[in-house]
């Protein structure tokens, strides 16, 4: 079986030796049921609760083989599935019964990726191929000369991570890289595991301080006025600016444009990856001072005047009034540059700002436009020079700087008022000095809480950003981290039941027709691929476990993407008036129960979420469950699957996740991970003879 196989590395060739040697005559053919179905993800989602569909295969697809200059026809070498008592099975057709088949030059095959990201398919111990997403490989392809036998075409094994992604594991994933505009798709990253140096694909790592995500930008992707990037393998779009959005209209933030995977990365800390002109890195932070914390300019040393330096005199925020009024007041302005300039100095003194900055008391930091965080370098640049700062601009300053580190336009009721104080502060040392008092102390807690984000580069913090969206773990926007998962995402079970103790605690209840009370079903546990030297947390294959003493019914267990798929199958005894699954889980203060579409129910609480996913199958096809009674109390989640409307085998998938609570509205959808996490159950790469 694809969809529910086993699951793990380091399996052997011979896939018998999964299989309970008494239980073989019965799972033998089983192991192919359910072969990849190809089904729309419309189809997939939808909407009306206990509506039945039917999701269909992949019939016929035309390709650009690589062998021929013609287009060919690519036929699925599945037929169709014969329905018996406790199993169905895809007949395969003769040209495809083995891969050897590849070398004849009159037969060639395909294996085909319906997917929108990356398939590794496996082709023999440790050794996996990928695929990207709607992309397709040939069996002639030099990149499974190593592994091309191996492969087995009645069991095609595939996944989408290395491992089940959580916080603990990021340096093992593959990289996030970040490229300009919307292209989805980049063969030579892609096909070059495990994705390789930056310097092999001709990408630069991102560098100072290091990332703890492996992070990759394409050029100079990080430059430029306004631009959208891309994260590989995905549409998501990220708007990256450091200019402002009074200027620049398209920065904006759209508060539901992530509905549409477009998000932003600007100066705006409502940015799904803010980007400040301040930053705590190791360059300019030991831990207790910033450079911003330089010595001041001595008050007896800097001129008794405001200097100030801007070349665009048609700024939106109209700061060449607010300098024009200052001007016509007792406070001296000398403007050295182009706009409004009134005093010359040498040109050798202007290629250092901060030594010109140094020659004076105050400086005015006029930003070209009032917008909230947008604060550039006229503030920073000036705190770090030790001048004295007179800003005008971003209205929440106040939140986003050290306490009475600069004097605020907004605080004054009149020009003449503003320029009055001005004056008193050039000459009053006692006053002076009480605006440069914050430098001798460690930056403040609430200001260092503002600006912690900072110690991660933007580049990285946006590949922290699509990693956590793409792998479905917690990423805390105030911090701009990646966090451990609240419930546990491993698949666990316990060695000498080969029961599930992780994401749930696992419990089988049954009662007889005269409504006796329910009793726990204790279970066989069945041999299976596991050996005392492997670890069950987590799980590394497959568990298995009957329900019934003959071994009539069977329920197994493994671990897929970070999912945990529980796959029934056989016959209900006639003497089970119900068979109740049960499953605990560590989730408290959760609401009902929901069902969000046909197949795919969830219990959530204010910070996380349970899905459970159940596909059945019927008349020789696989189609989305009709649900069997189900409630949910206290974490507990209970299923009876005795149903005449249910049909064995059933699929149960089981999604565990944080919510996006920094997006309003996201927690009333599927995300992206859980999304991903029902499609590929539905959607496997498929083996295709070419015409």
């Known amino acids: 079986m694809l969809l529910f196989g086993l699951y793990q590395r380091d399996y052997t060739d011979d896939f018998n030796h999964y299989i309970p040697f008494f239980f073989r005559s019965v799972l033998d053919d089983d192991e192919y049921d359910n072969y990849p179905i190809q089904g729309p993800i419309s189809s997939i989602v939808l909407p009306l609760p206990k509506t039945t569909i039917i999701l269909q295969r992949i019939e ?19 037929k169709e599935k014969k329905l018996s008592q406790l199993n169905n099975s895809y007949q395969i057709d003769d040209r495809c019964n083995s891969a050897s088949h590849t070398l004849n030059n009159t037969s060639h095959h395909i294996i085909y990726n319906p997917l929108s990201w990356d398939q590794f398919i496996e082709c023999g111990k440790n050794n996996s191929v990928i695929i990207g997403p709607k992309k397709y490989i040939s069996l002639m392809d030099e990149k499974l000369d ?45 096909t070059a595991p495990p994705f390789a140096s930056s310097d092999e694909l001709a990408y630069t790592e991102t560098k100072r301080p290091p990332c703890d995500v492996k992070c990759y930008k394409k050029g100079k992707e990080l430059k430029g006025i306004n631009k959208v990037m891309n994260i590989y393998g995905t549409n998501w779009g990220i708007r990256w600016s450091m200019e402002g959005e009074f200027i620049h209209k398209n920065l904006v933030i759209n508060k539901n444009a992530w509905k549409d995977n477009q998000f932003y990365a600007t100066t705006s800390f409502e940015s799904e990856v803010p980007i400040a002109y301040f930053g705590f890195t190791t360059v300019n932070w030991n831990g207790t001072h910033a450079l911003i914390q330089n010595d001041p300019v001595p008050f007896n040393q800097g001129k008794k005047a405001a200097v100030f330096l801007a070349r665009n005199c048609g700024s939106r925020s109209k700061r060449e009034q607010l300098v024009k009024d200052l001007m016509g007041s007792n406070l001296t302005v000398d403007s050295l540059s182009g706009c409004l300039n009134n005093k010359k100095l040498p040109k050798n003194d202007l290629k250092n700002k901060t030594a010109v900055m140094r020659q004076y008391l105050l400086y005015l930091a006029f930003e070209n436009q009032r917008t909230p965080d947008y604060i550039t370098e006229k503030l920073w640049g000036a705190l770090n020079s030790g001048v004295l700062p007179v800003y005008f601009g971003a209205p929440n300053i106040k939140d986003r700087i050290p306490k009475n580190s600069a004097i605020l336009v907004d605080d004054f009721a009149s020009r003449s008022e503003l320029a009055e104080h001005l004056v008193k502060v050039v000459n009053d040392k006692d006053l002076y000095e009480s605006y440069h008092e914050w430098r001798k102390h460690p930056l403040s807690k609430a200001f260092r809480d503002v600006y912690n984000f900072t110690m991660a580069h933007d ?26 998962l609240t419930l546990p995402r491993h698949t666990c079970i316990k060695r000498r039941s080969s029961s599930l103790i992780s994401p749930a605690i696992e419990s089988w209840y049954t009662s007889d027709a005269r409504g006796v009370k329910s009793k726990k079903l204790a279970g066989w546990p069945i041999a299976s691929n596991m050996n005392s030297e492997q670890s069950l947390c987590p799980l590394l294959g497959e568990s298995s476990l009957s329900l019934t003493s003959d071994g009539s019914l069977t329920r197994r267990i493994w671990s897929y993407d970070g999912a945990t798929d529980i796959y029934l199958a056989g016959q209900v005894p006639k003497s089970y008036h119900t068979l109740v699954l049960r499953l605990q889980f560590q989730i408290k203060d959760h609401g009902p129960i929901k069902a969000v579409n046909s197949h795919t129910l969830w219990i959530q609480n204010n910070s996380t979420r349970v899905s459970l996913l159940l596909v059945d199958s019927a008349n020789g096809q696989d189609r989305v469950s009709t649900r069997p009674n189900i409630t949910a109390q206290s974490g507990r989640i209970e299923m009876n699957l005795v149903d005449p409307q249910l049909l064995l085998p059933l699929r149960i998938r089981i999604v565990t996740e944080d919510l996006d609570l920094f997006h309003s509205g996201a927690a009333d959808i599927i995300s992206y991970y859980g999304k991903n996490m029902m499609e590929s159950i539905l959607n496997q790469p498929q083996l295709f003879a070419l015409e």
């Open 60 to 78: 016929k697809l035309e390709v650009d083989v690589a062998l021929s200059s013609n287009k060919r026809k690519a036929i699925s070498c599945y």
């Open 459 to 484: 580049a990285c913090r946006i590949c922290r950003f699509a990693f956590a969206k793409k792998y479905g773990i917690p990423f805390q926007h105030k911090t701009q981290t990646i966090e451990p």
């Open 146 to 190: 190593n592994c091309r036998l191996n492969i087995d075409v009645n069991l095609l094994r595939s996944h989408s991570f290395p491992k089940p992604p959580t916080h603990d594991n990021i340096q093992e994933f593959p990289g996030i890289l970040i490229k300009k505009g919307v292209d989805t798709y980049d063969d030579t990253f892609s």
